[in-house]
């Protein structure tokens, strides 16, 4: 008696593992192309961003020279303006 129990037991488990088993392998495939579709939009995005960011032609560096502020860009362009300080008295 106590066989017939416990060979129904396992019985039941297994058949509870293989329904578990094959009822949770579920199609992932289209969750996951979604998810590397945006991620190659999201670096496509970038790209556009830094590929704009470069062409403003940022400032590189600034110096102060001769009363005169020079402004060099990462093109090569230099800037020079003298500030008007107002006042200041000596």
């Known amino acids: ?44 995005d970038l790209a556009d961003l830094e590929t704009k960011v470069n062409a403003l032609g940022c400032v590189e560096s600034i110096e102060f020279s001769d009363g005169k502020l020079i402004v060099h860009t990462p093109n090569g362009d230099v800037s020079a303006a003298m500030p008007e300080c107002t006042g200041i008295k000596e």
């Open 1 to 44: 008696m106590r066989k017939k129990y416990l060979s129904a037991l396992l019985f039941g488990a297994l058949l509870f593992a293989s329904a578990g088993t094959f009822t949770s392998c579920n199609d992932y495939d289209d969750d996951i192309n979604n998810l590397n579709q945006r991620v190659d939009q999201i670096a496509s």
